[in-house]
């Protein structure tokens, strides 16, 4: 099995060096194979993680934190990469990264690579696009 290549992204402050660390600790033994983790945004990684905007701000930081954070995200959608949000405060925003991982990875391993972007939902999203790309893929399985 081929390395996974995954692509930790945030706005400044939102840890993305961190989960990076605690992933890299983690990861190859979770998958049972290597992983690359840069925290880069490439359009070649496998998968993205998307550092979710739940961890204490600054109020005079928050508006570059939203700018950055949404550049990031249309960036994504621009390139029509796999990626998931990831939130919580240390040992739960790591293993929300691991199972985002996972999934995607069964997911690939399911459908494969030339289908289309698969993309995590997770329970606290309130992203409209990913709804509405949730469930018109349930409408079209009907």
């Not at 290549?5 to 990076?20: H, S, W």
């Not at 992933?23 to 290597?34: E, R």
């Not at 905007?53 to 621009?78: G, I, M, N, V, Y």
């Not at 985002?100 to 690579?113: E, K, L």
Request: charged share 15%; glycine share 6%.
């Amino acid at each position: 099995m081929a390395p996974l290549n995954i692509a930790i992204v945030g706005a400044p402050g939102t840890g993305k060096t961190t989960l990076a660390h605690a992933l890299k600790q983690t990861l190859a033994h979770t998958l049972g194979s290597p992983a690359n983790i840069t925290t880069q945004a490439q359009p070649a990684a496998d998968f993205t993680l998307l550092m979710g905007l739940d961890l204490p701000c600054t109020p005079d930081a928050a508006p570059t934190r939203d700018a950055a954070d949404a550049q990031l995200r249309e960036w994504l959608h621009t390139h029509a990469l796999p990626y998931a949000v990831v939130y919580g405060l240390g040992h739960t925003r790591v293993q929300c990264a691991l199972e985002a991982i996972g999934r995607h990875v069964q997911a690939t391993q399911r459908t494969g690579p030339a289908d289309t972007p698969w993309h995590w939902n997770c329970d606290h999203c309130s992203d409209a696009v990913c709804e509405r790309q949730l469930f018109s893929r349930l409408v079209n399985l009907l």
